[in-house]
């Protein structure tokens, strides 16, 4: 059985910073992409953030405009998702996942998800 667990969200005001973290469980980690998403309310869910493997290769959305910074450790099996410059909008439920290519919503395992939330 293959879990992802995210942790790190919370309140923060805008402007400061926030590092979310996602511990994975199973064979998957050194396999697949991985990847972070969000959904904020009345939205559907878009892609953040994704690393390859090896962590050679990382990939943004647009919004992120240098303000997040994705990672990952093998030996932990842990992603992380370093977040500076928080703006208000970027308040949402943010989802850890694995899967060939996460920037191309290709997914194959999701997280419960942490909420965050930007706000003075």
């Known amino acids: 059985q293959v879990h992802l667990v995210e942790s790190g969200g919370g309140l923060v005001q805008p402007g400061g910073s926030l590092r979310l973290s996602c511990a994975a469980t199973?064979?998957?980690?050194?396999?697949?992409?991985m990847g972070w998403f969000r959904q904020a309310p009345g939205k559907v869910r878009e892609f953040v953030s994704s690393?390859?493997?090896?962590?050679?290769?990382?990939y943004y959305a647009d919004f992120v405009e240098g303000r997040f910074t994705v990672s990952r450790d093998n030996a932990k099996t842990t992603v992380y998702l370093q977040m500076n410059s928080l703006k208000p909008e970027d308040t949402a439920v943010y989802y850890c996942?694995?899967?060939?290519?996460?920037?191309?919503?290709?997914?194959?395992?999701w997280g419960q998800g942490t909420q965050v939330t930007v706000s003075s």
């Open positions: 996942a694995a899967g060939g290519a996460p920037e191309k919503y290709e997914v194959t395992y």
């Open positions: 199973g064979s998957i980690f050194s396999t697949y992409r």
């Open positions: 690393i390859s493997w090896r962590g050679g290769s990382t």
